[in-house]
């Protein structure tokens, strides 16, 4: 099994920059996705991580750590409109291959 | 190009009465996924099914719960005999081949009075 933790909730300024992290611990990883999910709304896919490094990708980059179980979601340039629940879901080997799900941080950004 | 179709997005069941959720995957995925989001808690895995095979239930209460997806027409979660505690989020996702990236569907929001 996976034990996913996430802090519950970040607040930051419009204009700024904010780093969401997640770690976890697995038996054999395969992979590490990032969803954006608003209120009521259907999660949206974000990023996938499978190697160590930075993944960027407009204003969002990921960034993956194996050896430390460490990843983190940074957005850059927050919007009002980044307000949201951000979801990091981490995959085991073996099995069906479906991602846990951590509680998620929800981030309100400020004016 | 459609996106993960779910329906009905609310639903209100009374207590003893079945619920019946709808998903339409993606054109070109036959991979579903049901799962079960509570407030403030993450998603919860239920079920992986493809066409006509139900792959992993590991996620799903044994009682009560079963969820098909046919040949023809959209994969369905059954909840029978609902009670409060069945009220959430149930989401579906659809993906190609095994281990590829989930999308979402919108999400049907039951409860049950």
């Known amino acids: 099994g996976q034990n996913i933790d996430q802090p519950t909730e970040m607040t930051a300024t419009e204009g700024a920059i904010v780093q969401i992290n997640c770690t976890y611990q697995?038996?054999?990883?395969?992979?590490l996705f990032w969803y954006q999910q608003h209120a009521g709304e259907a999660p949206t896919f974000l990023s996938y991580?499978?190697?160590?490094g930075l993944e960027e990708k407009g204003r969002f980059s990921s960034f993956l750590s194996r050896s430390k179980g460490y990843s983190y979601l940074l957005l850059k340039e927050l919007q009002m409109k980044d307000s949201a629940s951000y979801l990091c879901?981490?995959?085991?080997?073996?099995?069906?291959?479906?991602?846990?799900f951590g509680r998620g941080t929800s981030l309100i950004v400020h004016p | 190009n459609a996106g993960v179709m779910q329906n009905p997005r609310h639903l209100v069941r009374r207590r003893g009465q079945e619920a019946r959720l709808r998903c339409s995957p993606m054109?070109?995925?036959?991979?579903v996924y049901w799962y079960r989001q509570l407030p403030e808690e993450g998603l919860k895995f239920m079920v992986y099914?493809?066409?006509?095979?139900?792959?992993?239930e590991s996620g799903m209460p044994k009682e009560r719960f079963s969820a098909e997806f046919p040949k023809e027409g959209p994969s369905i979660l059954r909840i029978q005999q609902v009670v409060r505690g069945d009220s959430a989020a149930y989401f579906c996702?659809?993906?190609?081949?095994?281990?590829?990236?989930?999308?979402f569907g919108p999400g049907t929001r039951l409860l049950v009075l």
């Open positions: 996702a659809s993906s190609p081949p095994v281990g590829e990236t989930q999308y």
């Open positions: 879901a981490v995959r085991e080997r073996g099995g069906s291959y479906i991602p846990t």
């Open positions: 991580n499978v190697l160590d």
């Open positions: 054109k070109g995925h036959s991979h």
């Open positions: 697995t038996s054999g990883f395969n992979g």
């Open positions: 099914l493809q066409k006509e095979n139900i792959i992993d």
